[in-house]
């Protein structure tokens, strides 16, 4: 028996991804565009904090609180989590 992915089947969750990708391509390509000619410099860091805040309230929001199913839910370790939780301020 196929396990089915989480989202439904693998190429509905393909597209999910894509829509994802998209979105962050469009809004770097505006991003770039905004700037007018002036000099871009920690843009991975911008990005990174930008999409992993709101990220790890969502996934604490399905963990319900709990640190350890929302490191299991994201791959991650607990204590990096707890880092991140951290520096968001969301702890």
């Known amino acids: 028996m196929q396990r089915k992915h989480r989202y ?12 994802l990708a ?11 565009k905004d700037l007018d000619g002036e000099k871009a410099s920690g843009v991975y860091e911008m990005v990174v904090c ?8 969502v996934v604490m929001f399905q ?3 709990n640190q350890t199913r929302a490191a299991e839910l994201l791959g991650l ?8 939780l951290q520096l968001h301020g969301l702890d």
């Open 63 to 65: 963990a319900q609180g």
């Open 8 to 19: 439904g089947d693998k190429a509905e969750a393909g597209v999910r991804e894509n829509e």
């Open 77 to 84: 370790n607990r204590n990096t989590l707890r880092k991140k």
């Open 22 to 32: 998209s979105t962050v391509r469009k809004v770097m390509k505006q991003y770039f």
């Open 50 to 57: 930008a999409v992993e805040k709101p990220m790890l309230e």
